[in-house]
T-cell receptor, first 110, second 113 residues
Framework: AQRVTQPEKLLSVFKGAPVELKCNYS??????LFWYVQYSRQRLQLLLR??SRESIKGFTADLNKGETSFHLKKPFAQEEDSAMYYC????????????FGKGTRLSVIA | KAGVTQTPRYLIKTRGQQVTLSCSPI?????VSWYQQTPGQGLQFLFE???????NKGNFPGRFSGRQFSNSRSEMNVSTLELGDSALYLC????????????FGPGTRLTVL
């Protein structure tokens, strides 16, 4: 069964501190992993996807197939990073729907 | 380019009624997906349409249905509403099914009394 687990509902960090949002997955096959973000009063939007290997807004995420994890990291948190973050996966063939985790609310304290 | 639009933005219904929600994708996008978002369950996939055909369906009862028109606009219908159907219903569009980013609409907030 496909499953995405985000163990933390809420993560609070101080401005300038490192951030790591955890995501573990269960999938029988080759998944494609994503991080979506929803800022206050804005739409859900794609932050990054593992196949692009990009760094967006200072965030990076590495797919660890051995540990079935796709943790989101940023070395220095900013107040504008405060948002709801969702990890999601689908088949790498693209023909299955996105399965989302329940999300982690990141709060960056000034 | 205009983003994904959803109408209405807010809706209040009573148990037993039915409701139709509408989604207009980004121009040129042919795939539309629907999700239900609740505080307890998060985002759950309802169905996905591509070129007027349902390609995937989530684990929801038959009271939930949808369709897509030739202009790629999509509607979802919920019949015999239950209190537990209260949620934010999100629509997302992408150019096609594979390897494309999904762009989300603002959602329709449905409250069932």
């Amino acid at each position: 069964a496909q499953r995405v687990t985000q163990p933390e509902k809420l993560l609070s960090v101080f401005k300038g501190a490192p951030v790591e949002l955890k995501c573990n997955y269960s999938y029988s096959g080759s998944p494609e992993l994503f991080w979506y973000v929803q800022y206050s009063r804005q739409r859900l939007q794609l932050l990054l996807r593992h196949i692009s290997r990009e760094s967006i807004k200072g965030f990076t995420a590495d797919l660890n197939k051995g540990e079935t994890s796709f943790h989101l990291k940023k070395p220095f948190a900013q107040e504008e990073d405060s948002a709801m973050y969702y990890c999601a996966l689908r088949s790498n063939s693209g023909n299955t729907p996105l399965v989302f985790g329940k999300g982690t609310r990141l709060s960056v304290i000034a | 380019k205009a983003g994904v639009t959803q109408t209405p933005r807010y809706l209040i219904k009573t148990r037993g009624q039915q409701v139709t929600l509408s989604c207009s994708p980004i121009s040129g996008h042919r795939s539309v997906s629907w999700y239900q978002q609740t505080p307890g369950q998060g985002l759950q996939f309802l169905f996905e349409y591509f070129s007027e055909t349902q390609r995937n369906k989530g684990n929801f009862p038959g009271r939930f249905s949808g369709r897509q028109f030739s202009n790629s606009r999509s509607e979802m219908n919920v019949s015999t509403l239950e209190l537990g159907d209260s949620a934010l219903y999100l629509c997302a569009s992408s150019f096609d099914l594979a390897y494309n980013e999904q762009f989300f609409g603002p959602g329709t907030r449905l409250t069932v009394l």
